[in-house]
């Protein structure tokens, strides 16, 4: 089976490492490419000295200035669907996204097209969120499922394996979106392209180290970006 794991990275110094091995203890075999856009707490060095000691399984995608996560999304996927991968992953950095799930995707990936870490399949499952946090978070899938009525209990993870047809067929590369929205936009493309869908239970850990992006401005941008992409597509 040919699958890689894109790990996007803004100042993940004290995750990434743990995070890379986390990945070859539960996945053996999966490639990993890291895509850096030249964080300042020297991600991209780390990035390379891992590289470096795992050649054929790790990679790295410098790209020179932060422009979110949407932007650098693309210019993976572009860079990553040159090669024969069947299966193309999708995970955060900062250990939120436990390598331990990775399997589940593996099995459902088989009859699906598109696989998403869900934190809602059973009650909520996330570790060390307070209450404002996860109230906006379930204001945030409930709104996006009324929105765009897609039959997801966790429309804006970025946790997710997709078949390598879907994602070459949905047009990422027009994707209007950056940052959270462009996480639902690609869901919302495969859903109305009528890809196959599923999810599994993933338990979501709080990032322990680094800081958080998330803001008022992130979330006007998201609420609007949602309604566009009812309004677009
Ligand atoms: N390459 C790249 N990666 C980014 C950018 N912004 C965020 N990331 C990475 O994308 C992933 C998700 O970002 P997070 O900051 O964890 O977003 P979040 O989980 O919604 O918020 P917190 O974990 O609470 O900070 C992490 O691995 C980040 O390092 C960016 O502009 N460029
Ligand atoms: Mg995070």
């Known amino acids: 089976m040919r699958a890689i794991v894109l790990v996007p990275t803004y100042n993940e110094r004290a995750n990434l490492a743990e995070l890379v091995e986390k990945v070859r203890q539960f996945a053996p075999g999966l490639h990993i490419l890291i895509v850096d856009d030249n964080s300042p707490d020297g991600t991209g060095e780390l990035a390379e000295e891992l590289a470096r000691q795992h050649p054929d399984e790790i990679f790295v995608l ?4 932060k422009e979110g996560l949407g932007k ?3 210019q993976a996927f572009t860079q990553v669907l040159k090669e024969d991968y069947e299966y193309i992953l999708q995970m955060d950095a900062d250990l939120s996204h436990d390598p331990v799930h990775l399997p589940c995707f593996f099995e459902k990936i ?5 696989v998403v870490g869900s934190r809602y399949l059973q009650g909520i499952s996330v570790v060390n969120w307070d209450l404002k946090r996860l109230i906006m978070s379930k204001l945030a899938t409930n709104y996006v499922r009324f929105v765009t009525r897609m039959p997801l209990s966790d429309a804006t993870s970025g946790f997710k394996c997709w078949r390598r047809e879907a994602l070459e067929s ?10 959270y929205v462009f996480l639902v936009e690609m869901k919302y493309k495969a859903y109305r392209k009528g890809f196959r869908l599923a999810e599994v239970p993933i338990i979501f850990v709080e990032r322990k180290s680094g800081n958080s992006k998330l803001d008022w401005r992130v979330i006007w941008e998201a609420i609007w970006g949602v309604l566009r992409l009812r309004l677009k597509y």
Not at 62 to 65: G, L, S, T, Y
Not at 170 to 177: C, N, T, V, Y
């Open 62 to 65: 410098h790209r020179q200035h």
């Open 170 to 179: 949905i047009g990422f590369e027009d994707a209007f979106s950056s940052g």
């Open 72 to 74: 650098a999304y693309v």
């Open 110 to 114: 088989q009859d699906h097209d598109l």
